[in-house]
């Protein structure tokens, strides 16, 4: 059964670079059905999309954040990473990583358990 | 951007009643590419229906889905103690991927 296990730092300080990285378990990163994503959730509110990445290191961002976020995939550990750059107090969230198909189907169908990241000096 | 608007805001329903949720988008959703989550507290989202009405593996028949271009509805036939829940729409019709802002199922 497919497993996403996300690491990362729970603080992170204003104008610093936040760092995730979500570990696959039983499935590849690799598999050519799938893209790779993050979406985060502010405390009590809904959910926004990061930006996705495919194993070909191919990838897709929300235009909102696209001037901060880099992602990338290590195909050799089978995870794959958020930087989230400048970071402010609006950028205080649960980050989950999430897998979605390729293709038209995108709809995010296994997720990482979240991780509270807050921005705070 | 595709704007999702979900109502209501909060549903206060009793177990074994039906829940109707809607989903509005602000423009036509390409191919009925939408999908429902439900997320309990402290929980990460729970993939329930994707192409508008195709429940996902595992999810009991009480939960169905339908609607095309701009309205779409979730429906749960009989609560259970467990439907308790946030329920998201998500749509991935578009290049942006957008999300409603969610209803609250609570119990009354």
């Known amino acids: 059964q497919l497993q996403l296990q996300q690491s990362g730092p729970g603080l992170v300080k204003p104008w610093e670079t936040l760092p995730l990285t979500c570990t696959v378990s039983g499935g590849s990163v690799t598999n050519a059905n799938y893209y790779w994503g993050w979406v985060r959730q502010p405390p009590g509110k809904g959910l926004e999309w990061i930006g996705s990445?495919?194993?070909?290191?191919?990838?897709y961002y929300n235009p909102s954040l696209k001037s901060r976020v880099t992602m990338s995939i290590d195909t050799s550990k089978n995870q794959f990473s958020l930087k989230l750059s400048s970071v402010t107090a609006a950028d205080t969230a649960v980050y989950y990583c999430a897998r979605h198909g390729s293709g038209w189907l995108h709809y995010f169908d296994s997720w990482g358990q979240g991780i509270l990241v807050t921005v705070s000096s | 951007e595709v704007v999702l608007t979900q109502s209501p805001g909060t549903l206060s329903l009793s177990p074994g009643e039906g829940a109707t949720l809607s989903c509005r988008a602000s423009?036509?959703?390409?191919?009925?590419?939408l999908a429902w989550y439900q997320q309990k507290p402290g929980q990460a989202p729970r993939l329930l229906i994707h192409g508008a009405s195709r429940r996902a593996t595992g999810i009991p028949d009480r939960f169905s889905g339908s609607g095309s271009e701009t309205d779409f509805t979730l429906t749960i036939s009989r609560l259970e103690p467990e439907d308790f829940a946030v329920y998201y729409c998500q749509q991935y019709g578009s290049s942006l991927w957008t999300f409603g802002q969610g209803t609250k199922v609570d119990i009354k």
């Open positions: 990445l495919y194993y070909s290191a191919s990838t």
């Open positions: 423009q036509s959703v390409t191919s009925n590419f």
